[in-house]
C-alpha cells in the first residue's frame, strides 16, 4: 500500500482503526450542523477504509471463489451525543467486538478532538454473492480480532 493511500484511508492504531474526516457544506442541513443521516456516511468511510488498512478489499473478497464474500449492515444502534459542524475535523475511530461465525460487531465513535460526538455499534452480516449467510473466513477474523487487541 502507498503512504499516499494509506494516508487516505487513515490508519490501524493499538486498539483499532482512526480516520480523519472534514465536514463540508453538503454535510450539513439548514442550521448549519452535520445533517443526521450523514453521520452514516462518515461511519461507512470508517469501516471501509478499516478493511482496507487491514489489506482487505471488498471487491478482492467478493471476486475471491465462486461463492464470494459480502460484508452487509445487519442492524446498527447510533448515540447522537453532540452536533458537528461545517469545517470541524472529524476523528472516526473503529474497534471490533467479535469476528466469527457469519458476523462481526464493530463499535464506532465520531469524535472532534476529544469530545465524543456519535457512539454506534455496528453487526455486520457476512453473506455470499447470492445474499445467503457465509462464514467469515478464519484468516479475515484474525485480522480483525488482532486489529483491535
Do not use: W
Not at 503512504?3 to 439548514?30: A, M
Not at 452514516?40 to 465462486?66: I, K, M, P
Not at 458537528?84 to 467479535?98: G, N, P, S
Amino acid at each position: 500500500m502507498t503512504d499516499e493511500v494509506f494516508l487516505l484511508s487513515g490508519q490501524l492504531t493499538k486498539t483499532g482503526h482512526q480516520l480523519v474526516q472534514r465536514v463540508y457544506y453538503e454535510d450539513t442541513d439548514f442550521s448549519g450542523l452535520v445533517y443526521h443521516a450523514r453521520y452514516l456516511h462518515f461511519l461507512e468511510r470508517g469501516r471501509t477504509d478499516y478493511l482496507r488498512c487491514l489489506g482487505c478489499q471488498q471487491s478482492d473478497l467478493l471476486a475471491a471463489d465462486e461463492e464470494g464474500l459480502v460484508f452487509v449492515v445487519h442492524r446498527m444502534e447510533i448515540d447522537f451525543k453532540m452536533p458537528a459542524r461545517m469545517d470541524d475535523a472529524l476523528t472516526i475511530l473503529t474497534t471490533t467486538e467479535k469476528a466469527g461465525g457469519a458476523k462481526m460487531v464493530l463499535s464506532q465513535e465520531i469524535r472532534r478532538g476529544e469530545t465524543l460526538l456519535i457512539a454506534a455499534k455496528v453487526v455486520i452480516a457476512v453473506i455470499n454473492r447470492h445474499g445467503r449467510p457465509r462464514r467469515l473466513p478464519e484468516s479475515v477474523a484474525e485480522k480483525f480480532l488482532r486489529s483491535s487487541n
